[in-house]
C-alpha cells in the first residue's frame, strides 16, 4: 500500500498466528490457576541469573511459567537445573517490547486470561536476590483486581508495568481482553510506555478495577518521581528484592547510582555483577 505524505502508516496488531515458535514445553502440567508470563529479550542463549531466578521463585509458588522470548539469537535458550524443562518458551519476533511478548502469549493460549492468578513481569530488573513466596502470597491474598510490585504518579498515577498482577480471571473481562487485543507493534519505547503502560492505568481507573500496590510510591519517593529510579535504595531497604537494569547500565539517571553494588551486598549478600 503506498503512504501518503503526512499519513503515516498505522502500526499493526501484535498477532500470535504464524509468528510464534513454540521452542520448550513444560515436562508436567502445572495448575491453570496460577500463570505467569515473562517478557524477555536477550541477544544471547543463556539465561541470565535474575531471569532464572526469577523463573524458578514463580515455578517453586506453583506456578505455570511462560517466556515470551524476542532474544535476536537462533539458538535455543537454556535455563539453569531446576529451570530448564520446567517452562514453556515462546519465540517471537522482536517486535512490540514487554507489552508486545504479554500481548502475543495470551493470543498463543487464552486460556492465560480465565486463570485465577496471572502474573505479567519482565526482565528489567536485576534480582530477586530473595525469596518470592511471601511476595506472591500477599498477591494472591489481595482483594484488588490488579495488583503491581510499585505504584508511582509519574505521568499520571499508575502501576509500574514490569510486574503486574491480576486476580480472579479478571484479564477475561472484555475492557481488558480488548485492551491487549489492541496493542501494536510500536518502534519508540516512549510511545510504547505511553500508550500501553500508561494507558492501561488509565483503562483500569476509567473501569473502576481495584488495584493496589506491594510497595506504593508514597513509601519511596515524593509524588511524581520513578521509585523504582529514584528510589531504588529505599526500595530496597523495605523488602523490594530487585534493582533496576537500567540504574546499573545508565547510572547518571539514578541518585548514588555508583552505591549499588555495595548497597545489595550488604542487604542481601548478593555480587549484583553476577544477576546481569
Not at 19 to 40: D, M
Not at 187 to 206: F, P, T
Request: aromatic share 10%; hydrophobic share 40%; glycine share 6%.
Amino acid at each position: 500500500m503506498m503512504r501518503l505524505p503526512g499519513h503515516p502508516q498505522r502500526p499493526r496488531v501484535i498477532d500470535a498466528k504464524g509468528s510464534v515458535l513454540v521452542e520448550q514445553r513444560e515436562a508436567r502440567p502445572y495448575p491453570s490457576e496460577r500463570v505467569a508470563v515473562i517478557a524477555h529479550y536477550s541477544t544471547c542463549a543463556k539465561a541470565s541469573k535474575s531471569l532464572n531466578a526469577l523463573a524458578r521463585g514463580l515455578l517453586d509458588a506453583d506456578y505455570r511459567v511462560v517466556v515470551s522470548s524476542g532474544a535476536t539469537v537462533p539458538e535455543p535458550l537454556s535455563f539453569e537445573d531446576g529451570v530448564q524443562g520446567r517452562l514453556t518458551v515462546l519465540r517471537k519476533p522482536n517486535i512490540g517490547y514487554d507489552f508486545g511478548s504479554w500481548a502475543m502469549a495470551q493470543a498463543w493460549d487464552p486460556s492465560i486470561q480465565r486463570a485465577k492468578h496471572v502474573i505479567l513481569a519482565n526482565d528489567s530488573l536485576v534480582g530477586p536476590f530473595a525469596p518470592l513466596r511471601e511476595m506472591l502470597a500477599r498477591f494472591e491474598a489481595s482483594k484488588a483486581d490488579v495488583y503491581g510490585m510499585t505504584s508511582t504518579t509519574q505521568f499520571g498515577p499508575h502501576l509500574q508495568s514490569y510486574f503486574l498482577g491480576f486476580n480472579d480471571a479478571v484479564l477475561s473481562e472484555r475492557a481488558l481482553r480488548r485492551f491487549w487485543r489492541s496493542i501494536r507493534h510500536e518502534r519508540d519505547k516512549d510511545v510504547v510506555i505511553h500508550r500501553n503502560e500508561i494507558g492501561l492505568g488509565r483503562l483500569l481507573w476509567r473501569e473502576g478495577f481495584s488495584q493496589d500496590a506491594a510497595f506504593p510510591y508514597w513509601r519511596v519517593v515524593d509524588a511524581g518521581l520513578n521509585p523504582t529510579i529514584r528510589g531504588w535504595q529505599r526500595l530496597l531497604e523495605i523488602g523490594f528484592p530487585f534493582v533496576k537494569r537500567q540504574i546499573l547500565r545508565t547510572p547518571e539517571v539514578a541518585p548514588n547510582a555508583d552505591q549499588v553494588s555495595s548497597v545489595v551486598r550488604r542487604l542481601y549478600g548478593a555480587d549484583v555483577r553476577e544477576w546481569l
